[in-house]
């Protein structure tokens, strides 16, 4: 057998170190490009993964409803008896809130959690039915699939969303509602929304992104929620306010358009809203929105959106135009 090479009387091995050099660099350029593609990769959700999720989501609204109502029942009845007592009637019931600019005046706006049953649903239903829309309203449940064309970045590290993104729509009751988007696995949003005489107001927003092995998942509470709708509409008006929170900011808001545009083969009544807002605190950074809203069904038909936020695990940028395909929800 003949003896392994040994050039310079080192005692060393080479040809198994050169082997063993080569194997090590191959295993690490593996991992490199595979771990680049876990990092850059995502995972579309389909419309049935998401409709199972609806049906979960529905199951818990109601859930949450049904605590609610009897809490609400058991404190009425309570509350009723004593007032009795001392009057000899009911008092009403006060409701409180907030406008988007920061005002919150006694009747505007009714605080609802998102779920609760309100007893005008069937009367606006009915309106929206017969005389075309009324706003304010809230969209119908179900899930809603949108042509999506965008990326996010986070470490420097770039990746696309799904060419489809899907957005669940549940808790809605003529006062409030729950949107849960599904980019794709990785990235979520979730968001809640109220209702007042001003419009739609954003009261909570919840943001996941996973990149690899590191998960980012953070919420803004909006005291007092945003008011990103109008109630009544008019091409050229302009609104701002502020929030505080762990997250504080503020936002100044306008409506740039109104016309139609054609969204599942339907023609619809669009009006164009655009906000910039500021965010500090535990999130710092901006944010840039122009969407294309439908009153007649209570939906935004077409978003384009770019971010740019900070936070202890570093900058995540992205950037998005999506489109909703139909106005009719998959149930």
Not at 6 to 25: F, P
Not at 123 to 141: F, L, V
Not at 308 to 317: C, L
């Amino acid at each position: 057998m003949s003896e392994e090479l040994d050039l310079y009387g080192t005692g060393i091995n080479w040809r198994k170190a050169v082997a063993i050099v080569a194997t090590v660099s191959l295993i690490v350029t593996a991992f490199g490009f595979f771990g680049y593609r876990w990092l850059t990769s995502t995972t579309p959700v389909s419309r049935e993964t998401a409709l199972q999720m609806f049906e979960a989501e529905s199951e818990q609204a109601d859930a949450t409803t049904s605590t609610t109502k009897k809490k609400s029942n058991k404190s009425a009845s309570g509350k009723g008896r004593t007032e009795k007592k001392k009057t000899g009637s009911a008092t009403g019931v006060a409701s409180s809130g907030s406008g988007g600019g920061g005002s919150s005046p006694t009747n505007d706006q009714t605080t609802v959690a998102a779920g609760t049953e309100s007893s005008s649903r069937g009367e606006r239903s009915k309106t929206a039915k017969k005389a075309g829309y009324e706003y304010p309203t809230t969209p119908e449940n179900g899930v809603y699939s949108w042509d999506t064309d965008g990326w996010e970045e986070a470490a420097g590290i770039r990746r696309q969303f799904p060419n489809e993104s899907q957005r669940i729509i549940t808790a809605s009751n003529g006062s409030s509602w729950k949107q849960h988007h599904y980019f794709s696995e990785e990235r979520e949003i979730w968001s809640e929304f109220v209702i007042s005489k001003k419009g739609a107001h954003l009261a909570m927003q919840r943001n996941r992104a996973k990149f690899g092995p590191v998960t980012n998942d953070s919420t803004i509470d909006f005291s007092p929620p945003m008011l990103v709708g109008l109630a009544s509409p008019k091409e050229g008006a302009s609104w701002n306010g502020k929030w505080k929170g762990r997250t504080s900011g503020s936002y100044a808001s306008r409506i740039f358009e109104h016309g139609t545009m054609a969204i599942g083969g339907e023609t619809v009544e669009v009006w164009g809203y655009e906000v910039r807002m500021q965010m500090r605190g535990e999130l710092n950074g901006t944010v840039f929105a122009r969407v294309m809203f439908a009153p007649k069904y209570a939906l935004t038909v077409q978003e384009h959106y770019e971010q740019t936020i900070e936070t202890d695990r570093g900058r995540y940028r992205a950037n998005w135009t999506m489109t909703l395909k139909s106005t009719t929800p998959q149930r």
